[in-house]
């Protein structure tokens, strides 16, 4: 800040402007022993007058427009200069509330995370911010993108930094998750047949579904065909062994009997009645009563 830029700054906020300038003068030149012994004298001048900080604090923004904030090395001095101010006396550390209306104030419009940064500060962290963390906030937002490119996970960050970037890439990578369910909502809502059914990946639509009627249907389909070669071969019996001789009626009488009382039962292989292989047995019973009694087709 030169003369003419101290002289309007002093004009404009002439607490703030005396305090930047002296604390530039202790910052900028010496060693950092004398540097040190020197913020201290400053801070207990400040300190000595009650409500300096506050009043300070409050003409930071008034400052900043008489300042070069193009100069690196002079914002860099201009930002330690403003945790130096947010201080309370006697701590090395500021409180989060103070952290975060400064933050607001001197990286507005140099972070392009600082909102969420300032949310994510507000929400998890539980200590006060020291000055180690303010001073690497300045350097990240130098060196890392919007979308984190430049960040080095080997870094010395702190660890307030690190639990930062951790969350958001979580947050990055629920909005990818979300884009990709929107781009496969898409393409469902334009290919219909693609649209998948609550509670199955495939599930056949509702008028390819039996009703009850069409399950009866089949069932008594089913139990018809089954007893459809039992009645051929009861009919067959009776046509073919009712003219015969009279012991041979007699011997198709017992058979027809056991066989009756078979088919009413499991048949000896353990099959139900209806059962195809229950059938075959039938079938099997039928042509050793027709090669016992000598029958010629």
Request: some cysteine.
């Given at each position: 800040?030169?003369?003419?830029?101290?002289?309007?700054?002093?004009?404009?906020?002439?607490?703030?402007?005396?305090?930047?300038?002296?604390?530039?003068?202790?910052?900028?030149?010496?060693?950092?022993a004398?540097?040190?012994?020197?913020?201290v004298?400053?801070?207990?001048?400040?300190?000595?007058?009650?409500?300096?900080?506050?009043?300070?604090?409050?003409?930071?923004?008034?400052?900043?427009?008489?300042?070069?904030?193009?100069?690196?090395?002079l914002?860099?001095?201009?930002?330690?200069?403003?945790?130096?101010?947010?201080?309370?006396?006697?701590?090395?550390?500021?409180?989060?509330?103070?952290?975060?209306?400064?933050?607001?104030?001197?990286?507005?419009?140099?972070?392009?995370l600082?909102?969420?940064?300032?949310?994510?500060?507000?929400?998890?962290?539980?200590?006060?911010?020291?000055?180690?963390?303010?001073?690497?906030?300045?350097?990240?937002?130098?060196?890392?993108?919007?979308?984190?490119?430049?960040?080095?996970?080997?870094?010395?960050?702190?660890?307030?930094?690190?639990?930062?970037?951790?969350?958001?890439?979580?947050?990055?990578?629920?909005?990818?998750?979300?884009?990709?369910?929107?781009?496969?909502?898409?393409?469902?809502?334009?290919?219909?047949?693609?649209?998948?059914?609550?509670?199955?990946?495939?599930?056949?639509?509702?008028?390819?579904?039996?009703?009850?009627?069409?399950?009866?249907?089949?069932?008594?389909?089913t139990?018809?065909?089954?007893?459809?070669?039992?009645?051929?071969?009861?009919?067959?019996?009776?046509?073919?062994?009712?003219?015969?001789?009279?012991?041979k009626?007699?011997?198709?009488?017992?058979?027809?009997?056991?066989?009756?009382?078979d088919?009413?039962?499991?048949?000896p292989?353990?099959?139900?009645?209806?059962?195809?292989?229950?059938?075959?047995?039938?079938?099997?019973?039928?042509?050793?009563?027709?090669?016992?009694?000598?029958?010629?087709?």
């Amino acid at each position: 800040m030169g003369s003419e830029g101290f002289v309007a700054a002093a004009a404009a906020c002439p607490a703030a402007a005396e305090a930047f300038a002296k604390y530039y003068g202790i910052v900028s030149g010496g060693t950092n022993a004398k540097a040190r012994q020197g913020l201290v004298e400053l801070s207990q001048a400040i300190d000595g007058i009650e409500g300096m900080r506050d009043a300070i604090f409050a003409d930071v923004p008034n400052l900043m427009p008489f300042i070069d904030l193009e100069d690196t090395g002079l914002f860099s001095c201009f930002y330690d200069f403003v945790f130096f101010i947010c201080r309370e006396k006697g701590q090395k550390s500021i409180t989060i509330q103070r952290a975060v209306a400064a933050w607001k104030i001197v990286l507005n419009g140099r972070f392009r995370l600082l909102d969420r940064w300032c949310n994510f500060v507000e929400k998890y962290q539980r200590h006060n911010i020291s000055e180690d963390t303010w001073q690497q906030l300045l350097a990240f937002s130098r060196c890392v993108n919007e979308d984190l490119e430049g960040y080095d996970p080997r870094g010395a960050w702190p660890v307030l930094i690190d639990d930062f970037v951790e969350q958001m890439h979580r947050i990055y990578h629920s909005t990818d998750c979300s884009s990709a369910m929107e781009s496969q909502c898409t393409i469902s809502s334009t290919f219909k047949g693609l649209d998948l059914l609550p509670g199955s990946k495939r599930k056949c639509p509702s008028h390819f579904r039996s009703n009850e009627d069409d399950v009866e249907l089949s069932d008594s389909f089913t139990r018809s065909v089954h007893l459809t070669p039992i009645k051929r071969l009861k009919e067959s019996h009776g046509t073919s062994y009712g003219m015969g001789e009279s012991h041979k009626g007699t011997h198709f009488s017992d058979s027809s009997s056991d066989y009756r009382e078979d088919t009413n039962l499991h048949n000896p292989r353990g099959c139900l009645q209806n059962s195809p292989c229950n059938v075959e047995d039938a079938l099997s019973k039928g042509f050793e009563g027709c090669i016992s009694m000598k029958c010629s087709f």
